[in-house]
């Protein structure tokens, strides 16, 4: 018995040495794959988008499957949100969504595919469908813009220019709020 638990141990830090974080959530909505950092308090995640328009949601851990719901239906709301303000709809979208307790994960992702430093609290990977967003900066708004930019990179076969998507995206943060 001793040694299968010491396999499963063993496993949980390979785990955690091989992919570098282990999540306090994984969740799957309509449009998202989202994936929390575990030095994040979810609810304090939630409260900080501002989700709590038409549900009022103790910290109590009676209500943890109220807190999921309403999450993930503001979340899959948010992206129809940002479609309709860019008149771009697309009902079968997957978007990865890892939300860290710092910015020196993003730092770390962006050191591998850009030269130099690279200090951003948000970042949408094109390539992998993925947004990294830093919890402490993380703002409503901010998820929109990046939100946007992984709509504008689904939609267009041959991608806007950076400045036009970032004009896009911009539209976007003025119209949210």
Known sequence: ???????????IVATTVICGHLYA?????????????????FYSLVRKLD???????????????VLLRTFS??????????????????????????IFSSRAPIEH???????????????FDAERKIIYISFPDLTANMLAHEVAHAIISKYFVVPPSAKVQEILCGYVDFKIQ
Do not use: A, W
């Not at 299968?4 to 496993?11: A, Q, S, V």
């Not at 239906?73 to 990865?96: Q, W």
């Not at 992702?109 to 970042?123: A, D, E």
């Open 51 to 65: 989700v709590f328009s038409s549900v009022t949601i103790s910290s109590s851990s009676s209500e943890s499957s």
């Open 109 to 123: 992702i962006l050191s591998k595919h850009y030269s130099g430093n690279r200090f951003t609290p948000s970042y």
């Open 73 to 98: 239906r503001e979340l899959d709301k948010m992206y129809m949100e940002v479609s309709d303000i860019l008149d771009i709809h697309m009902y079968k979208n997957s978007i990865g969504l890892k």
């Open 25 to 41: 959530l994984d969740l799957r909505t309509k449009y998202f794959s989202v994936e929390v950092d575990d030095n994040v308090d």
């Open 1 to 11: 018995m001793k040694q299968i638990f010491k396999i499963f141990c063993f496993l």
